[in-house]
């Protein structure tokens, strides 16, 4: 006990050393700057195709879990134990609000809250809880009606236009989890690990079927945790998701309409801040694994107002640079309706779509605005309204010159497969030149980012692919 108590005494006094000798503009936004606290703090949620569990997996729980430890002297004190992880629809936890212990969705919202009580470190100006792994499955059986439309309730329509195999393919994964271990030469180690075949054996080989893995790794008192990502698609899978993500610790993030847990301490606003990732692609994961070296998500309403939980008006809105040098520009001189409306230079000249001359038409793979915007600029793309839990908007970048000056990938190939780089990025000004639609007339909107997650989004493939990446040194600081 006294030990405890000198040991946070102890980690006191560092923080207040780091947070003096860093000053005002080299604030940290996140609760681990640099992923290098010993003490790990990392979590694991999936969503289905529209950012909800839908059904548990048999045995598996709730889809939630956590990794949380302290390291003390020569041993990990855990804070998450299995059965905690473990814990599924109608099981009561401390905290468990009524009425959410027979709703999977709401169980499992409720439940990433119960395991962030657990694993919070105080700190200022807010208190954090865990880095988050988020894993998502793209199938929509649109026979079962179970996604909204824009956030309102839409009824069945007939199967086709997103791929579902069958009754079930909207399932939740297997999830094996190994709580981080400390071995000799002080190498800490663990990971999440699983498929979406249930019923499938990962330990007899992954042939035909899906597989996703997070690997972390650190020596003690040296560097960074090291995140290794493997994420494999199946032809009953061929749309996966896996992501490192840096999420708000209260409210809202991005896609997700529910109180979240999370990394940000400080939220970051456009154009003050800057971003700090080592980024190592071993493997792309094919023609269409879009795989953002970052990605940003917030919302906000049309209005410009903040988002408040109304799913009918709150809009989430992402941007994301996708360095996979297959991917093609859909944004061009004669397709106009997947280009925003303009583009910002850094000096803040606009330049209309229509200015075939000047327009970075290839910096853009692909615009799409909220179905529900009421004064959209013709020709336009508008984004899927069935996959988020409310409408979207997103802004989605290619590597191109233009984007030189905020330090991101300027030519196809950089930071790609061979370039393992550490990149510093001026997210905050980048995001803050972006169109983003609003209503004509309203104060623009506070770009506050709700989350920066890293990793792939497998969109579709036509054969079984494996994507293959490690994430360290992230941070995000104030400028
Ligand atoms: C939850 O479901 C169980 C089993 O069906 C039932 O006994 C219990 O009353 C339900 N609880 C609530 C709060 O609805
Ligand atoms: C998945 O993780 C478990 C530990 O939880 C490990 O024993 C197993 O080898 C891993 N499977 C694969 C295919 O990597
Ligand atoms: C810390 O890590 C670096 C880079 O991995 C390595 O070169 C160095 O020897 C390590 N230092 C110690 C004290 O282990
Ligand atoms: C802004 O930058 C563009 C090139 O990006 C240049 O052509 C233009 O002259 C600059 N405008 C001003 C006002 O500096
Ligand atoms: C280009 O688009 C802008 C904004 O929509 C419009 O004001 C302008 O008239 C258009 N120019 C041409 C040549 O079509």
Redesign the pocket.
Known sequence: MAMETHLRVVFFLVNVVVLGVSGAGGETAVGDPGMRRDGLRVAFEAWNFCNEVGQEAPGMGSPRAADCFDLSSSFLKHQVSEADNKLGVGQPFPGLAPGAINNTDLYAMQKELYLGSLCQVEDTPNPWQFWMVMLKNGNYDTTSGLCPRNGKKAPPFSPGRFPCFGKGCMNQPMLYHQQTKLSDGGIMRGSFNGTYDLGSDIGSGLDGISFYEVVWEK?V???SWVFSHKLKTSKKYPWLMLYLRADATTGFSGGYHYDTRGMLKILPESPNFKVKVTLDVKQGGGPKSQFYLIDIGSCWKNNGAPCDGDVLTDITRYSEMIINPETPAWCSPTNLGNCPPYHVTPNNTKIYRNDTANFPYGAYHYYCAPENAQFLEKPVSTCDPYSNPQAQELVQLLPHPIWADYGYPTKQGDGWVGDARTWELDVGGLASRLYFYQDPGTPPARRIWRSIDMGTEIFVSDKDEVAEWTISDFDVTFT
């Open positions: 020596t008192s040296n560097g």
